[in-house]
């Protein structure tokens, strides 16, 4: 087992290629889940290479193929072509900014039968620009975001990306680059905030920056503090 990180009974973390977003280095993380029947459940897919392939494939049968929010759409069409029986999901705006792309499913603001039993779900909202579908694998405790948090290293950028990702908020301990986009609408962003703590997550795994291994509720207040 190469390409996965295991996290936790049940849990892995596969830490992917680093993809140019706005000229800056974004690290991407792809997160899977065993559930009780076998069946593994991929969210935020990352670039597909036979060695993930096949450490994927040594876990279970690929049954779950989850983009969470209109942004991380990058590998889905691959992983489609790799497993035309599993079935995808697609975040809040993705259906239409993507319509090539066959999506089974559009993700609700509440788990999907499929994987109720082991994981929660909501969308994050609030936001101007968009939503984001959260999820919390019970087992582990970990809570599963994508862009809402972003977590980078202090020496993760250099020089003129340095000052950029200092002034938007996106480096650790404090990570948070969509403040401005809740402006007027915190309310309901409140209320989802809410019940991620509620969940009480021991870990966050986020797609970008450093994961969050424990004490994951006051991570997600010092977080949010601007929200309280
Ligand atoms: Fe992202």
Redesign the pocket.
């Known amino acids: 087992m190469k390409m996965l990180q295991q996290i936790g009974d049940n849990i892995w973390i596969h830490d992917g290629a680093t993809v140019s977003?706005y000229t800056m280095p974004?690290t991407?993380r792809m997160t899977v889940i065993r559930l009780n029947s076998g069946e593994i459940w991929i969210h935020?897919p990352a670039k597909i290479s036979d060695e993930l392939i096949s450490d994927v494939n040594a876990l279970g049968k690929v049954s779950y193929l989850v983009s969470p929010?209109k942004?991380?759409h990058l590998f889905m069409q691959e992983w489609m072509q790799q497993y035309p029986e599993a079935k995808s999901y697609a975040p809040p705006g993705l259906e239409e900014k993507r319509p090539d792309l066959h999506f089974d499913r559009a993700l609700k603001d509440a788990p999907e039968p499929e994987w109720q039993e082991q994981i929660e779900q909501l969308i994050f909202k609030g936001s101007k620009v968009m939503e984001e579908v959260i999820f919390f694998h019970r087992e582990s405790k970990t809570l599963i975001v994508?862009?809402l948090i972003?977590n980078f290293h202090p020496d993760h950028f250099k020089g003129i990306k340095k000052l950029l990702a200092q002034m938007t908020g996106i480096i650790s301990p404090n990570g948070k680059i969509w403040r401005m986009t809740f402006i007027g609408r915190k309310e309901a962003a409140r209320d989802c905030l809410q019940t991620m703590i509620n969940w009480q997550p021991d870990k966050i795994i986020l797609?970008?920056g450093e994961w969050i291994q424990k004490n994951a509720v006051s991570f997600l207040k010092k977080s949010f503090h601007w929200l309280q």
């Open positions: 977003w974004y991407t935020s929010n942004i991380h994508t862009d972003e797609a970008h």
